[in-house]
């Protein structure tokens, strides 16, 4: 106590500078500089090294929050409906969750997991959120046994009713894996439109610029015109229709809709193309003889850095590879080695292509 | 259940390998759950296993499950104290002769689980950023690189963050002891566990 007054009326700053240079022994590389300058500091008063000390104490003390890390995932996955299987993409752990809901409801309900004190069971099932950060995938296993994996930067609510299951894709992309059930047909919605399906795999991926839904197995249903409001009355007025549909999907065709003239095309997928398309559910990206252009587009999905490309001959470039999702680093080492483009990252974290003459 | 110290002995002892077999799966898992994606699942559920034999030969573990799990968590939560210790006796290398490094521990002024959850309060009045890496870094632990590349910030940018959480905690759990009557700066006091 008489050293902690001491530090609070005569050095308000000391406690910062210790903090501040604790965080950097904490990373671990300290250049031959800041090594000397850390022995300066430490050497200038006793207060320095008490201060620091006492810091790294408390730092040590606060790894008993190791102790949340289950709770915060219980709450995070709300285990009475959704449980998590496999794996996450690597890095990904848990963290689809900031997405998904803040950390300050996580914290409250991490209070009521520790505190033991159970939330009054709902009456009706709440939806579920789901959520990826960018560059991660998530696996998860709904209460019917259909699975879904989350690519990249993608969010969705699930709500399962007695005689529907619906899915609200509200941004990027997701794979379904449905268990039968005729009875209560499997609705995946985003945007105005609806895929509708009783048993059967595909993915749907919405952006800004389209819609596309790729069917691996079985058929569904798409139609459009059925806004959430109106699926919402139906689940309640009809327990059993499913959205009317326009026409029906087969296995191996995709269906795209782009978001500026609302047009669609379908068409039928090799099979190459296919599990190229679906590579992602694996932890891949795969491109074959892709103009650079797109592949970039695609890769921005994966990572928060801002990917610019410089000129037209850079942006036409035919690029090919396989990559581990969550490593861009390794597009831009093969762009730099083997495909003669140069790679700058600017200060505000964007990274500019370019082609080397 | 009716059985003398013996019995629940040998029951136990042939019990918290066996628990461990048919557990294995789900506890890595679990650990997988807890522990930062750099680490040795492996090597984590083996050290694991090895204290739960060693507890055993000990002493009588009535709930082996429970126990395996408990070990799993203290295993991780050892692994993130090894490298802060490691940071405080470098630190202490650096003690002016004036000062004497071992000052008397305060008594437990809170328990373990009321301490976390102080710890907890204080982490949840931190901003957004600064939160998620925190709690990266305390609950998950992460390292800065592995931090950074999750959120996509700079090393730096995480040492500021890891700075200003540390700095927040300190104050928080000043004031809040302050006010709780005990006048005494937080100090590290005994663990609990197996």
Avoid at chain 1, 4 to 28: H, I, M, N, R, Y
Avoid at chain 1, 222 to 247: E, F, H, K
């Amino acid at each position: 106590m008489k050293r902690k007054d001491v530090l609070s009326t005569d050095a308000p700053d000391l406690t910062a500078e210790a903090c501040a240079w604790l965080a950097q022994l904490e990373t671990g590389k300290l250049s031959k500089e800041d090594m000397a300058a850390f022995r300066e500091w430490i050497q200038r008063s006793p207060r320095h090294y008490e201060e620091i000390r006492r810091l790294a104490e408390l730092s040590l003390e606060v790894n008993v929050l190791t102790g949340m890390a289950e709770p915060l995932k219980e709450a995070a996955k709300r285990k009475h409906i959704v449980r998590r299987s496999g794996k996450t993409s690597r890095g990904g752990n848990a963290f689809w969750r900031w997405g998904a809901f803040s950390l300050a409801g996580t914290c409250a309900l991490a209070f009521a997991v520790f505190s033991q004190l159970r939330p009054p069971a709902p009456a009706m099932p709440e939806p579920i959120y789901l959520a990826t950060a960018v560059g991660e995938t998530q696996d998860v296993s709904l209460e019917d046994g259909s699975r879904v994996k989350l690519n990249t930067d993608s969010k969705i609510e699930v709500e399962f009713a007695q005689a529907s299951r619906s899915v609200y894709l509200e941004k990027g992309e997701a794979f379904f894996d449905v268990a039968h059930d005729t009875s209560r047909p499997f609705t995946v919605y985003a945007g105005d439109r609806s895929v509708t399906a009783v048993g059967t795999a595909f993915s749907v991926r919405w952006t800004d610029e389209e819609l596309v839904v790729t069917v691996s197995e079985g058929k569904v249903a798409y139609g459009r015109g059925l806004s959430r409001s109106a699926a919402d009355q139906i689940v309640q007025v009809s327990a059993s229709a499913p959205p009317p549909a326009a026409a029906l999907l087969g296995a191996g065709q995709r269906l795209e809709v782009s978001s500026l003239s609302n047009a669609e095309t379908v068409e039928r997928l090799p099979d190459n193309v296919m599990s190229r398309e679906l590579a992602w559910r694996s932890g891949f990206l795969d491109f074959e003889d892709a103009p650079l252009q797109e592949v970039v587009r695609e890769m921005q999905r994966y990572t928060p850095q801002r990917i610019e490309i410089a000129d037209q001959e850079t942006a036409d470039l035919r690029f090919g590879g396989v990559f581990r999702i969550g490593q861009t680093d390794a597009f831009f080492e093969a762009l730099e080695l083997s495909f003669g483009v140069e790679v700058e990252s600017t200060e505000d974290n964007r990274l500019i292509l370019r082609s080397v003459d | 259940m009716v059985s003398d110290a013996n019995s629940q002995k040998r029951r136990a002892e042939s019990g918290i390998f066996s628990v461990f077999r048919e557990q294995e799966a789900a506890l890595r898992r679990f650990l997988r759950r807890i522990s930062p994606a750099s680490s040795d699942i492996d090597d984590i559920a083996q050290e694991t296993i090895l204290r739960a034999l060693q507890a055993e030969r000990e002493r009588d573990i009535l709930q082996p499950k429970a126990y395996l799990y408990m070990i799993a968590r203290n295993v991780v939560r050892d692994a993130m104290d090894k490298k802060s210790r490691s940071l405080i006796d470098y630190i202490e290398d650096f003690a002016p002769e004036s000062v004497s490094s071992n000052e008397p521990l305060v008594e437990d002024q809170v328990d373990g689980r009321q301490r976390m959850l102080l710890f907890w309060e204080a982490v949840a009045s931190l901003p957004q950023q600064c939160q998620q890496v925190f709690v990266l870094k305390k609950v998950y632990g992460y390292s800065h690189v592995e931090i950074s590349r999750q959120l996509g910030i700079s090393v730096s940018t995480t040492e500021k963050h890891v700075a200003a959480g540390l700095k927040r905690c300190v104050d928080f759990l000043d004031r809040r002891l302050a006010v709780s009557g005990t006048g005494e700066e937080f100090r590290r006091s005994a663990r609990t566990g197996d």
